[in-house]
């Protein structure tokens, strides 16, 4: 145990802020994660490596010379096709079996697009460098990186974006019927297949955009896409499917938890933290579900 | 047709039966050394590196003369097998180099975690191994006869980094904020540095251990701005690094020194260019030490033609490795024998200079002849190159302390 953050309380500010600007990257994927599973009812193992794919799209421009901040647009293009093809191969022979099996297709991908990112890109840790700076408040004391700013606001935009499109356009409405009720769905008119497939796209290229604003943050390296499949993975399980204020409020929350389990626990501490969390809050949802007679069963 | 089919079966049987006896140790002119080394998965960069290292070796030798044992001139040969980057493989793999292949010499894999995978089934078998790229101190406590290591052990890296700080703070003790990685070797390096620190009457303010799935370290760096340290160490490969280097500029956390592992590893000073300058970094060899043999020359030299031959500058695994192959030469030819047991005997003595260092072992296979270098990033208009700056002997460069603060640089 350390009490230096409260003896520092502008460290109260900074571990706020790194964990704001963290959370907000999290919930990005984990709303991927809740799209796809809320609609197809697929546990998706292979998120991580999804996101660590569309770094490296974000690596590649940037050694080509591109500014990988450009990775945001050009990476989700390219993750949405990957995602679609990734349908068409594998997922539609899952999606209407149990999660069991898609959980195992998914877990194969996983291990599968590991090794193909090694071949390709190398085992070598990589780094995108975008010479953003640096924004200090309160006399140098808070110091935030404009990368994890700009990686935030990314992510706003794209998840506000998303919510639009859901709710005004004509995949987007189907999107959510097919979630409502797959079988009523289809049997007025709509093309669950069509809808599956775009479904998995665009989680793909959320996945992207998140990788591209982590190669500008963070490090890349084709065996880190776990982190990013546990954490998404625990964001909604605590936030639910198909709520999506709910993902931000959670991935956000997550992330200050954790920066401040890191400062009073320490480091180590850190994960264990967080799952601690997690099983307390499962815990008081089933205590709580049980007041309530209509859901015993 | 069954019969076709019964005597296909015999027959591959037959030439699988003598296709290891082939293999075996030592036939004809040949002397066959095994590897498991990790060339697909995680580690694969630095496999790579490691057998680059052996073949250049392997090729040196051959072309020089060979092993001379009885008079008679005998040449190197490696088997390799790729071990995923998976413990369970290495070890797998090792039981098949010795009890299928008929290996009796081995050459160790890449990493701390492999070797640990692979000496136990060495130690059973007693073939002896001569290992170049694992450094975790537990190699050394178990008392294995057959593992000798070329490389200087994990718990040296960093120590010359504090006595470096203390020496520059009037010989007072320093504050020391330490950032380690959960792993076995970082935490080797670790109480290295702890040892240091108590020796030096020097005291711990920051003491993180960092997961290893964390590639996120601003919190740490928040305690380091606030604290105010001599030092900040970090160890944790290099994601470590290259995480630390990235949050330190964006976070602007200035700290009069900062010591490092694996920053040649992860070409800090490529990837982070000038954010990198003035980070210390340990390492097992450098070319510009010079220590020199008959068959590299010196650091310059084998620098120069690895560059040729692989492409790209030799990392110090590579050099490691190719001093590996060299210690199991002079060993051969001092026991003129091939009896594992005279070879194993004839290792044990070994106490001779390579272009890579002096190797002398202990009586528990590691290296005590050789000290850790320690070199900064120096950048000159956006080139940055490495200079070491310790031991004193091989500096080509005076160390800059403290390290200019961000709004300086």
Redo the contacts between chains.
Sequence with gaps: MDF?IFK?P??MV??SM?GIL?GVLFALVAYGMALQWGVMNIINIAQGELVIMGGYIAYFMYTAGIPPAFGVIVSPIIMYFIGWSLYKTIINRVVERDMFISILATFGISILTQ?LM??VF??????A?SNFG?T?LFD??V??????IFSALVSIVFAVALVLYMKKSKLGRAIRATSQNQRAAKILGVDTEKVYAATFGINAALCGVAGSLIAIT??L????G??YT?RSFMIVIIAGLGNLPAVALSGIGLGVFE?FA??IL???F??AAVFLLLVVILVYRRFKLSRKREYLK | MRNLKLSIVLLSGFLLAFSSIAFAKVKGDTITLGAAVSLTGKYSTNGKNTKNGYDMAINRINKLGGVIVGGKSYKFKIIYYDDESNGGRAAQLAERLIKQDGIKYMLGPYSSGMTKAIAPVTEENKIPMVEANGASRSLFTKGYKYLFAVLSAANQYLEVAIDLAVEKNGGKGVRIAMAFEQDAFSQDVKIGVVEAAQRTGSEIVIDDNLPKELNDMAATLSKVKALKPDVLVVSGHTKGALTAIRQLSEMRVNVPMLAMTHCDAGKLSKQHGEKAEYALCAAQWHKSLTYEDNYFGNGMDYDRDYTAEYGSAPPYQSAESSAALLVWKAAFERANSFDTEKVRDALAKTDMQTFYGNIKFSNTGQNIAKPMVLFQVRCDGGKCANKVVAPTKWASAKLVHPVPTWSNR
């Excluded at chain 1, 190398?122 to 780094?127: L, S």
């Excluded at chain 1, 390296?221 to 880190?224: D, G, K, R």
């Design positions: 230096l520092a502008i460290l900074q571990a790194d963290l090794q090694n071949f190398g085992a070598d840790v990589v780094v460098q640096t200090m140098y004391s110091t935030l990186p404009n990368a994890k963070f490090t390296h084709p065996y880190i776990l982190p546990v920066e890191d400062y320490g480091t180590e850190r994960i």
